[in-house]
């Protein structure tokens, strides 16, 4: 397998073309950071999605360490589920020469060089939730189309329990052309199938852990979307904000790529 400079060096002589180029380069993605782990750094090149270190369960000194690395490799890192302790250690290290967000609600950090750009596609998602309990998900979601350079169009807490909230608000994503549809629901999982019966375009449906009783956390939920008779509806893990948004960006770039 060659290194990178190799490949760079085979394009620049013309000794190899440009796609076996980006072939090879695919191949050269893991980056083993000691024992600790192994970095895809180059994830957003060979699938066009970024790698998100997922801080939930991991010691708040490895979280630093495994985020700056990216951060020094790629120009950004997304860390996802993190705990207030993680977020003030990611804070106080960030270096100075970066942009650090903190997306409070979806427990979501970014923190790029300011020298990085997101590239617009021009892909477009509209996302939904049921109830303002479902918005940390519908966050994570957001976050994570906007980091694809996707525009995203929100309206929250338009669930079931009050239809006449949902019409509006699906309307206006519809007349400006989403590509896709993030619905986020909890308790019976209603809203998804609801709206993938109103609309044209693919739906991805995510239960949220926000249900109690028999069922509870998110278990009916989750059974119910994926019972749903609605065709053009996919269904994500509980909780899964983050797939919902990967999967939803995927689709609106590749839409947006041949619209341009």
Do not use: W
């Not at 996802?80 to 270096?95: D, F, H, K, L």
């Not at 966050?139 to 929100?154: D, H, K």
């Not at 519809?174 to 109103?198: F, M, Q, W, Y």
């Amino acid at each position: 397998m060659y290194s990178v400079r190799e490949v760079l060096e085979k394009t620049a002589k013309k000794e190899i073309s440009v796609a076996e180029a980006e072939r090879l380069l695919r191949f050269l993605a893991i980056e083993e950071l000691g024992d600790l782990a192994k970095i895809d750094s180059s994830r957003e090149i060979r699938k066009g999605i970024p790698e998100i270190i997922l801080g939930e369960g991991k010691a708040t000194c490895d979280l630093v360490e495994i985020s700056l690395r990216m951060l020094s490799k790629n120009g950004r890192v997304i860390i996802s589920r993190c705990g207030r302790e993680q977020i003030s250690a990611i804070t106080e290290a960030a270096p100075k020469d970066c942009v650090l967000c903190v997306h409070e609600k979806a427990k979501l950090v970014v923190l790029k060089k300011r020298s990085f750009i997101v590239k617009k596609t021009g892909g477009k998602i509209g996302i939904l939730t049921a109830g303002t309990s479902d918005i940390p998900i519908a966050e994570e979601a957001r976050v994570m189309v906007e980091e694809m350079g996707c525009e995203a169009l929100t309206a929250y807490d338009v669930g079931v329990a009050g239809i006449h909230r949902l019409l509006q608000p699906l309307k206006d994503m519809i007349l400006k052309d989403v590509d896709t549809l993030v619905v986020i629901a909890g308790r019976e999982g209603a809203l998804p199938s609801v709206v993938a019966g109103l609309v044209d375009v693919p739906v991805i449906a995510v239960p949220t852990s926000n249900s109690f009783g028999f069922g509870e956390k998110g278990l009916a939920t989750l059974m119910a979307m994926l019972q749903s008779c609605s065709l053009g509806l996919a269904v994500v893990n509980i909780d899964g904000g983050v797939a919902a948004g990967a999967v939803a960006a995927l689709t609106a770039n590749r839409a947006a790529k041949f619209r341009n």
